[in-house]
């Protein structure tokens, strides 16, 4: 792919006006007949927010208060488009381009990005700085290694998902991004402020789950499409990789996927993803996403329920992830899960430190990694804390071929120059073995024999 022109300053647009949430008539749409992601020519960063986010600590001393009292319990969700089992394709949100799918089945490797709690109520510099890194992994001389699709990890706006805020949290910030942005809803996507009238996901389901390629009015003057996701919960499909995608709802902590208030959609979702994962053979690799961590050694706890009622199904299928993604922390953490059943490896990654306020791990000291944090007993899986970073804040670059899945991290404080990671992992799809990662021939062997060649003629 060519370098990028260098970024310029021009005009921001305006943003949409504020939009209510709740009620009222549908804001109006621009609808076009294709997708469109990056602005035409690249703009340089803003400093400063165009819509003022005032405190929300009122709002969340009311919070506070209902937890208190045990008023404060997971929400309803719409029912997602296209059954039990809700799937969208690469493909699809493309718009048809199936040349594009071509070209990535036919180089044998499918890279794509994920982050998580992006959203800022700061002002936007930490999350440019994670944007721009991404975006400068366009640049590359083989094209195999551009990004394909970003996916996100939740908590996408804060602090409750406020309509008036996406430009300055999702549709700025990602203006120069050149490729589909999909996500996962997180609890703060979802949260209803007690101090405003407002339906829960309403403007998330607006940008993410729209029904055609619309501009909403939430993008301002920018050209980014809503994206297509059939709802919360969904299979995505692209080469060499499906991706199961949960809404762990809107509890602080701890995850909920399924209970009496929301029902059991999801595992039933679940249950026939993954038996159509075993029907068809599947053997690309297979991550299930969400945005509240099953493992964490920060200061949110573990979704033990979520990751029970997971492994129950998984357990009953037969069939279980390569990898689990999820946010909400907001750190990079990276655990092993080894299963005692069969000695089979699972990376467990949290990634959610996309620019909003990175938080240490501890208060008290600094953690040693690597270290068991649940050893294997009975029926018991070891959980070790493989690597961790509480300091930066970045994102993962997950590389796919028919044969591997690797995850790397990169700290967006390495620069956009940088391309080597900090931190990464890499499964074999066959084995479910973590192993050493095959790495692509880029140029340089050819680069050394005409060197060679040169010298020689000499």
Request: aromatic residues 8%; contains cysteine; hydrophobic residues 35%.
């Amino acid at each position: 792919m060519p370098a990028q022109p260098k970024k310029k300053p021009s005009g921001r647009p305006a943003p949409a006006p504020g939009i209510p949430d709740g009620g009222g008539a549908a804001p109006s749409v621009r609808q076009l007949s294709e997708p469109v992601f990056a602005q035409p020519e690249p703009t340089a960063d803003p400093t400063t927010f165009l819509v003022k986010h005032p405190s929300d600590g009122p709002a969340y001393k009311s919070i506070d208060a209902l937890n208190k009292a045990h008023k404060i319990q997971p929400l309803p969700f719409p029912a997602p488009r296209g059954g039990t089992e809700p799937q969208l394709t690469l493909h699809d949100v493309l718009g048809g381009n199936a040349g594009a799918i071509q070209r990535i089945t036919s180089s044998g490797q499918l890279v794509f990005h994920s982050t998580g709690d992006c959203g800022s109520t700061r002002g936007p510099q930490y999350q440019n700085e994670v944007a721009d890194k991404m975006t400068a992994d366009f640049t590359e001389s083989d094209a195999k290694e551009v990004p394909q699709f970003n996916f996100l990890l939740g908590d996408i706006v804060y602090s409750f998902g406020e309509s008036q805020y996406y430009y300055d949290q999702f549709y700025e910030p990602y203006r120069n991004y050149q490729a589909p942005i999909l996500a996962v809803a997180g609890n703060h996507d979802g949260m209803l402020s007690p101090l405003a009238h407002a339906q829960s996901l309403t403007a998330y389901v607006r940008n993410f789950c729209a029904t055609d390629f619309v501009v909403t009015p939430e993008a301002g003057g920018l050209s980014r499409t809503a994206q297509i996701q059939p709802g919360v919960y969904f299979t995505f499909d692209a080469p060499f990789v499906r991706i199961l995608a949960l809404y762990s709802n809107t509890l602080e902590d701890p995850g909920v996927i399924a209970d009496p208030t929301i029902g059991n959609a999801q595992l039933a979702y679940l249950e026939a993803a993954l038996s159509r994962v075993k029907s068809e053979k599947y053997n690309g690799a297979l991550l299930i996403a969400d945005h509240h961590p099953p493992y964490t050694v920060s200061k949110h706890g573990w979704s033990i329920d979520l990751l029970t009622q997971i492994d129950a199904i998984c357990n009953k299928a037969g069939v279980w992830p390569h990898a689990f993604l999820s946010g909400h922390a907001h750190n990079y953490q990276r655990f092993t899960r080894t299963r005692s059943a069969d000695a089979t490896q699972i990376p467990y990654v949290v990634c959610g430190n996309g620019g909003h306020n990175v938080q240490k791990l501890t208060t008290s000291g600094t953690l040693r990694a690597p270290q068991v944090i649940q050893s294997a007993q009975g029926k018991d899986d070891q959980v070790v804390l493989e690597n961790y970073d509480d300091k930066n804040y970045g994102y993962l670059r997950i590389v796919v071929t028919a044969a591997q899945l690797r995850i790397e991290y990169h700290p967006a404080s390495d620069g956009p120059d940088t391309k080597t990671p900090d931190d990464q992992v890499t499964v074999d799809l066959a084995t479910r073995e973590l192993v050493h990662f095959a790495a692509s021939d880029l140029g340089w062997p050819k680069a050394a024999r005409a060197v060679r060649k040169l010298r020689q003629g000499q």
